[in-house]
């Protein structure tokens, strides 16, 4: 099993619909998460740390569930420029595990 | 948040040469890591540079073929040595700036195709 799963996709979503992905980890006693952002031929960008109680920014919204060891991103009300390759991403001490990506193509 | 400059942004080699990448940062940062992302993969930690010190190789990399530097607080550089095309890949620096709660910032990566 790896260490962090995310479903590649892809996602094809049409403009303005909620789509919600998923991401698991191995490692119980993972300390932070986060959902990284990547757009074609770019680097990975920090899109939100995710929080035991939940966060919110904007259309965005990352939830984590430490009994099931899962992840999740909600965005709603999806734009054409949301689409992209989001990373979850799990350290705990000195490492970091990044996902190999879930692919979103959001169509008009 | 950090601002680091990554160059080259990419190149094409001949198998058998080497090639040094190289970070600047715009602050002084204790860690830098060096990354590397194949074609729909994702990222693969090379090595932890330290100031100071020897940098820290993961499993599966050694510093014969992925030499390290990093003289100061605010560069580093990543050599691939005596390359082959399996090396063709994106290369990424990171660092973990202290005042930013757990994310890390990337430089723009270095597109390398051996040939």
């Known amino acids: 099993r790896k260490e962090v799963e995310q479903d590649p996709g892809p996602f094809n979503v049409p403009e303005g619909a909620t789509v919600a992905f998923n991401c698991t980890y191995s490692?119980?006693?993972?300390?932070?998460f986060f959902w990284y952002r990547q757009d074609c031929r770019k680097e990975p960008k920090l899109l939100m740390s995710v929080y035991s109680s939940g966060n919110e920014d904007g259309r965005f919204t990352a939830q984590l569930n430490r009994a099931s060891q899962y992840i999740s991103l909600l965005i709603r009300d999806s734009k054409l420029s949301d689409s992209a390759t989001y990373l979850c991403?799990?350290?705990?001490?000195?490492?970091?595990?990044f996902g190999a990506g879930t692919r979103l193509f959001v169509k008009a | 948040s950090a601002v680091i400059s990554q160059k080259p942004s990419r190149d094409i080699c001949q198998r058998g040469t080497s090639l040094t990448i190289q970070c600047q940062v715009d602050?002084?940062?204790?860690?830098m890591f060096w990354y590397r992302q194949q074609p729909g993969q994702s990222l693969t930690l090379i090595a932890t540079a330290n100031q100071g010190s020897e940098a820290t190789y993961e499993s599966g990399f050694v510093i014969d073929k992925f030499p390290i530097s990093r003289p100061n607080l605010t560069f580093s550089t990543l050599t691939v040595s005596n390359m082959s095309p399996e090396d063709s890949s994106i290369y990424l620096c990171?660092?973990?700036?202290?005042?930013?709660?757990?994310?890390?910032?990337f430089g723009s990566g270095t597109r390398l195709t051996v040939v």
């Open positions: 991403v799990v350290s705990g001490g000195f490492k970091t595990i």
């Open positions: 490692n119980s006693a993972s300390q932070s």
């Open positions: 990171s660092v973990k700036p202290p005042d930013r709660v757990g994310g890390y910032t």
């Open positions: 602050s002084q940062v204790t860690m």
